[in-house]
């Protein structure tokens, strides 16, 4: 009985540190052996156990707490480099709007402005097309001194002169400052590039403004030169109407000075008057009719004479002549 007992609490410790295992480890899955099969621990293996375990905890708990500083380091850096990027941009910003944006908001000056903005976009791409190629210049600088360091620490290495942990140190120290260096200037060097493409992009966008906004200027010129010929056209029609009115305000004068001065004539006047054009519209149709009973005549004469001139052999005369009495 005392035995069983015993064998209980044994099983009952190795469950429970089992289960401590499991804890301090879930990734690890341990298997409880069968009763048969189970080796019993003691104390002492047990507390190696557990020293072994918080050791190993320790460490991954170091390992994460290391990883995390890494990871918060990198985004500190991030931050950094994105508050840098986005001071920069500010500044040409604001460099822009002082030497391009006032000119381009004057409308009179639309042509002139859109050169200096390209001039200005010019130069600032090749500003920082020099800065890239200085930046090249030293990276490579940086590359050439590094692997001349190297070349010193292989000989050194291959003559057998040892290095002092004070040595150690301080290439240690310099590499770290050169790797920085070199981090900080790729960085730069991403930047530049990525600052070039977007100001090639604006450079482009803006040669399409600036195409743009000469076409409209040509159309507009174009339209101004046919409103000027149309103004100059209907100023002569002005001009020429101006002076048909003066004339129709001179001849309006002067008739209405004829109106004024006019007079009625005297009623038995006008009955003479009316008598005498009647009289004289009766002569001319009785000198029209005499007319043309002359005319019939003459034309009855002419030919009789015809016919006589026929009859005599002689040839008859023209039609044109005949209306003359040849």
């Known amino acids: 009985m005392a035995e069983t007992t015993e064998d209980g609490k044994i099983d009952t410790d190795k469950k429970q540190l089992v289960k401590l295992v499991e804890d301090l480890n879930p990734g690890r899955k341990t298997k409880v052996r069968t009763p048969e099969r189970q080796q019993l621990l003691t104390l002492e293996q047990k507390c190696d156990i557990a020293i072994s375990m918080h050791k190993q905890m320790t ?20 931050l950094e480099e994105a508050d840098i990027h986005l001071a920069e941009v500010k500044k040409e910003c604001c460099q822009f709007d002082r030497d391009i944006g006032k000119a381009l908001r004057d409308k009179k000056c639309v042509t002139m402005s859109a050169e200096k903005v390209i001039r200005y976009i010019e130069d600032k791409v090749k500003t920082k097309e020099n800065l890239i190629e200085k930046l090249h210049q030293k990276n490579a600088g940086l590359l050439a001194y590094k692997k001349k360091l190297q070349i010193q620490l292989k000989q050194q290495e291959e003559m057998g002169e040892g290095l002092t942990a004070l040595d150690f140190e301080q290439l240690k120290f310099q590499n770290m400052k050169c790797r920085k260096r070199q981090d900080e200037q790729n960085l730069k060097h991403m930047e530049l590039k990525l600052l070039a493409g977007k100001t090639l992009h604006v450079l482009n966008s803006e040669k399409e403004k600036l195409q743009t906004l000469t076409h409209e200027s040509d159309v507009l010129n174009s339209d101004i030169g046919l ?33 004024a001065d006019f007079q009625v004539p005297h009623v038995l006047q006008y009955i003479k008057v009316k008598e005498s054009h009647s009289q004289l519209q009766k002569s001319v149709k009785e000198w029209e009719r005499k007319v043309e009973i002359a005319e019939m005549s003459l034309k009855t004469y002419t030919k009789s004479w015809d016919k006589l001139r026929i009859a005599a052999g002689a040839r008859p005369v023209p039609a044109r002549l005949a209306a003359y009495g040849f």
């Open 59 to 78: 460490e991954d708990l170091k390992r994460a707490k290391h990883h995390s500083e890494r990871e918060l380091d990198n985004y500190k850096a991030t």
């Open 227 to 259: 409103r000027e010929k149309l103004l100059v056209k209907i100023e002569e029609e002005t001009k020429q109407a101006e002076e048909e009115r003066n004339k129709a305000e001179a001849l309006n004068r002067k008739l209405r000075g004829q109106l």
